[in-house]
């Protein structure tokens, strides 16, 4: 509002300035554009009319006005709300018009200058071929380059004047400019102080590993340049255990095992805090679920420091994990017991499918802690299974016992079968039926040695040596074969063996279909994550040719053979093979998705989604969704809706946002694959929009949808309290159990109830389903053993494989010597209930019915023995004798005892007085009140730290023992050092659990020996007899 229509003047108009733009000469049109820029904020609406003649003003290059022209047509388009074509105009306007830095504060700038950065950075990614001429609007095609290119740089050195270095990164990451990324490190790095610098540095390294708009070319380029100035910044004795841990992820993410092999090595030639150092970078890099690369890391480091030597690849992790579910176990075998005594009941023991549900269910809830005892005490109920389920039942084993590798062999000797060659050395005959326990045992063999991140290397060369010796001589019998190649896959995870590869190509071409699909997915197991077949990949130059040409050979015999078994663990073992490859399986993946066969793009599907986990790929997401609703099979859908949660679950909250839609889906397979994905994605989260989104579909009319609802659900509810969700978690554990007990249900729907009660309370309540490690990177171990274990859909034996992705949820804190302070403490910001075990179930006793007695008052009894004693006393006079009368007062004074009630002091009171007395204690019960919760405790070490609970959980640094780390969470296993060496410890230490009988006497204190005749022999002579007889040595 202009101030004369404010002083109550005439309202100022615009009318007679646009009046001259019609006119012909160019002065009085220059004057009227002046006058019309300095009042466009007001008078915008009315100039809006002739904005088809301020273009053409500003498209007329001899135009002494075109420039105010184009501003004042751009500010127009920016009050219409139009920020592009506003900012086509500004561009054209000079920089007095338009000015970046002076007039930065304004709104107009404000909006133009994000226009203009989001239409640069579409335009440099479309220059990298990462954007398609069908996302850039037309509008913006038709800016210049060139000037966008001029603003940004403006804009960037605003950034550099207001110290703003992570917002100049974040447009120069967008735009894929690695010039420009190094650029504004270097000015970051000159200018800066020491902790700006590292927060610069941590912002770009955490940009360049989410690869969520990046290539993953452009990311390891900008590596590369982080890894130069990390390790300038490693220098600075402040940050030096940030720069350390940065340094080594980034090095990690780039392959490059040699340098983190030096900075561990120079960490542990140092002081003491060093050392500490370095032996948590071990642990963090066993954490990232990398084993081949850890395995060349420990390489690298001389044999002089056995320490890290045994975190990396001397199995202490696979110890810790182990040490810890054996002793926190918190599983309830009643839980077994009622599931056992439901299946029963209802004659669903002689389903073999429920039965063999049970099993799997037993090796869920003791995941890790080897309790095996529900197994041993009801073998008869064990032995029911047969067949493939005998197979099954034998290989759960393996996952009882996960880790268990010093034992291994003892434990599975009476399942495993006999060796492949006599004591001549020749080979025996196989026989070619049967075999189903044997072959359960070497699956479980390689269970127990693949389960575990951190199990030895040279326990896991042993048993992969003896796996591959029956390997070899099994092919007769398709049943051991199977077992074998899966546990040759487990233990040779990663190797990229080619000795290996070769043995599995020879069962793939044997034509048996249950056989030859293991060696498909086992073949994948040991090529996981190297690119094998693709242009670019981790193949070792001497065996590139080899594995390329087995890769083509598969691809073709895939198509030729007419085995669907044979096809689905070929496309299962190319998509493993593609692990984290990004867009360099793009090609693999485009073959694959566009073949007739269903299997293939099946296949397809998985390999997209491992090649992007935890990318959250925009282009990923878009090819899964089209194919969600587009595809023929069923199977393909039902892949690609799964999918999403393997590439979206750095970011879980997307998945049920991205399938609500699909939870209304016509097709059944799509809704079940719906509440599956959004199981995964929230696992452990306790969420409850999530909940809520799947309670709809537990009453769905087709039961497998069901079946997937209530594993979603067991999913979301893992290592949950019983206060969670507005305890609503005990209804749906209470519904678990009567799903199994009712007759009504099918069976389908029955397996995902009782496969549920296992998941839910997985690895004795302290396991949980996590695809990522502490430090961000993903968990190879645990997205494929998840990947395997969702095809239990085709083949129930894979159920087994979720064993590979539990992931115990301990902390423990570890001094220098691996021991363990027993007074280290972390404080947890919650009430002690809210992450508490869920309260174990009561056995149900049977309650027999009672006579109840009733109480007449005093008064009446009282009335009675009066009428009693007249009655009597007439009889008496008439005649009567007296003995009735006897009997009468001695019932009437019974029942008068009945009523009185004795006192303390002996004394006896009516009924009356007994209600005061209730009232009373009533009274004083209703007095007593429960204690408030505290709002926050303390967790002793080791503990168990879920994920949710590691947000609110914080160190005391004030106590002895500090972690080497103190800004890390309190996840995982933390060194930590001691600020008073001097005093005396407390320390506990790790030990795996043994298989011999934990009842057994200890071994007798350490004592000499004085043999009876030498001279030093003393002995007591004010002693006893019966003393001396206890010194004197034996003859």
């Not at 009335?863 to 006897?886: H, I, Q, T």
Request: charge should be negative; aromatic fraction near 6%.
């Amino acid at each position: 509002m202009s101030t004369s229509s404010a002083l109550g003047g005439a309202r100022e108009s615009a009318s007679g300035l646009l009046a001259m733009l019609s006119e012909p000469d160019v002065t009085l049109q220059s004057h009227a554009l002046h006058k019309l820029l300095e009042k466009i904020n007001v008078l915008w609406h009315e100039v809006a009319e002739v904005l088809p003649e301020l273009e053409s003003i500003a498209e007329e290059s001899t135009h002494p006005a075109r420039q105010v022209a184009a501003a004042v047509a751009s500010r127009v388009f920016f009050h219409l709300e139009e920020p592009v074509q506003a900012l086509r105009l500004a561009l054209e306007s000079s920089e007095q018009h338009f000015d970046v830095v002076r007039e930065r504060q304004s709104p107009y700038v404000t909006c133009l200058t994000g226009a203009a950065v989001d239409a640069y950075i579409k335009k440099k990614q479309k220059q990298t071929d990462e954007l398609s001429a069908e996302q850039e609007d037309d509008d913006e095609s038709s800016l210049d380059l060139v000037k966008l290119q001029k603003v940004v740089e403006l804009m960037l050195e605003r950034c550099f004047a207001d110290g703003h270095y992570t917002h100049a990164l974040g447009v120069a990451l967008e735009a894929r400019e690695v010039d420009k990324v190094k650029q504004i490190l270097e000015r970051c790095v000159a200018s800066c102080e020491p902790s700006k610098v590292q927060a610069t540095l941590k912002y770009a390294l955490d940009a360049a590993s989410s690869h969520q708009t990046a290539s993953k070319k452009f990311c390891e380029q900008v590596l590369q340049i982080l890894v130069v100035y990390l390790e300038k910044q490693i220098s600075s004795q402040l940050y030096k255990a940030e720069a350390s841990i940065y340094y080594c992820q980034a090095n990690q993410m780039l392959r490059n095992a040699p340098p983190v092999s030096q900075m561990i090595t120079s960490l542990l030639n140092g002081p003491q805090t060093d050392i500490l150092l370095g032996l948590q970078l071990c642990f963090d890099l066993v954490d990232s679920g990398d084993q081949n690369f850890v395995h060349q890391v420990s390489e690298g480091i001389s044999q002089e420091h056995t320490a890290a030597k045994r975190v990396l690849t001397g199995g202490f992790v696979s110890e810790l994990a182990l040490s810890f579910l054996h002793k926190n176990s918190d599983s309830d075998k009643l839980i077994m017991e009622n599931l056992k005594k439901a299946l029963e009941e209802r004659g669903a023991g002689r389903n073999s499918v429920l039965h063999n549900c049970a099993v799997a269910t037993h090796a869920y809830l003791n995941a890790g802690t080897t309790n095996d005892s529900f197994l041993r005490d009801h073998l008869d109920w064990m032995k029911k299974a047969s067949n493939w389920a005998k197979f099954s039942a034998t290989a759960s084993l393996g996952v009882v016992h996960a880790g268990h590798t010093t034992e291994a062999m003892s434990l599975l000797e009476p399942y495993l079968p006999s060796s492949p060659n006599n004591e001549e050395g020749e080979n025996q005959a196989v026989s070619a039926t049967g075999g189903f326990a044997e072959g359960g045992s070497l699956y479980a063999l390689g269970l127990v040695h693949g389960s575990h991140v951190g199990s030895s290397w040279e326990k896991r060369k042993e048993a992969c040596d003896f796996l591959r010796q029956h390997l070899r001589a099994s092919h007769a019998n398709e049943t051991i074969s199977h077992g074998a190649a899966l546990g040759v896959g487990l233990t040779a995870f990663g190797t990229n063996s080619l000795e290996v590869i070769n043995e599995l190509k020879e069962l793939l071409y044997t034509d048996s279909a249950v056989a030859g699909e293991s060696a498909g997915v086992a073949l994948g197991m040991v090529l996981v994550g190297s690119g094998a077949g693709n242009l670019q990949n981790s193949i070792n130059s001497t065996d590139k040719e080899e594995i390329a040409e087995l890769l083509t050979e598969l691809k073709n015999y895939a198509r030729e053979t007419h085995h669907e078994k044979l096809i689905r663990g070929i496309a299962l073992g190319i998509a493993l093979m593609n692990y984290g490859q990004e867009e360099n399986a793009d090609a693999t993946i485009e073959e694959m998705r566009s073949d007739r066969d269903p299997i293939l793009r099946y296949g397809a599907q998985y390999a997209l989604a491992l090649a992007y986990c935890g990318t959250g790929s925009n282009k990923a997401i878009r090819i899964l969704l089209h194919t969600a609703v587009s595809d023929v099979s069923d199977d393909v859908r039902m892949a690609a809706v799964i999918g999403l949660a393997f590439v979206l679950y750095k970011t879980p909250e997307r998945v049920p946002q991205l399938v609500k839609l699909l939870l209304e889906s016509f097709n059944p397979h799509v809704r079940y694959a719906s509440c599956m994905a959004v199981g995964i994605a929230m696992a452990g989260s306790g969420d409850t929009e999530s909940i809520a989104l799947l309670e709809p579909m537990l009453d769905d009319m087709t039961d497998f949808v069901r079946q997937g609802a209530l594993i979603g659900t067991s999913l979301i509810y893992m290592q949950q309290s019983d206060s969670c969700n507005s305890r609503k978690i005990k209804s749906f554990r209470e519904r678990l159990s009567s799903i199994v007990g009712d007759k009504h249900q099918s069976t389908l729907t029955k397996m995902g109830a009782i496969l549920s009660t296992g998941i839910i309370d997985a690895g004795g309540r302290n396991c949980c389903l996590d695809l990522g490690s502490r430090n961000g990177f993903t968990k190879m171990n645990s997205a494929i053993g998840l990947a395997l274990w969702l095809q239990h859909w085709h083949w129930y034996p894979m159920m087994h494989m979720l064993s590979l992705a539990l992931t115990p949820t301990s902390t423990i804190g570890l001094n220098k010597d691996f021991q363990y302070p027993k007074n280290f403490e972390i404080i947890c910001n919650s009430k002690p209930s809210s992450f508490a075990y869920p309260k174990r179930l009561e056995e149900k006793k049977e309650e027999k019915k009672k006579r109840v007695e009733t109480v007449t008052l005093s008064t009446t009894a009282k009335n009675k023995a009066r009428l009693a004693r007249k009655r009597a006393k007439e009889d008496a006079e008439l005649g009567g004798g007296a003995a009735p009368m006897a009997v009468d007062d001695k019932k009437e004074d019974e029942d008068e005892v009945k009523v009185q009630v004795k006192t303390e002091g002996e004394e006896s009171m009516d009924i009356d007085a007994v209600e005061e007395v209730v009232v009373d204690i009533e009274e004083k019960k209703s007095k007593k009140k429960r204690d408030p919760e505290p709002t926050s405790h303390r967790l002793s070490n080791p503990c168990r730290v879920t994920k949710a609970q590691a947000e609110v959980c914080v160190f005391d640094l004030k106590q002895r023992y500090c972690p080497i780390i103190p800004n890390e969470k309190p996840f995982g296993v933390i060194m930590l050092t001691d600020h008073t060496p001097e005093e005396e410890e407390d320390l506990g230490t790790v030990k795996a659990p043994s298989v011999e009988s934990e009842d057994e006497a200890d071994a007798p204190e350490p004592f000499e020996w004085t043999p009876p005749d030498h001279p030093d022999l003393q002995i007591d002579t004010t002693s006893s007899e019966a003393d001396k007889e206890v010194v004197k040595a034996p003859e």
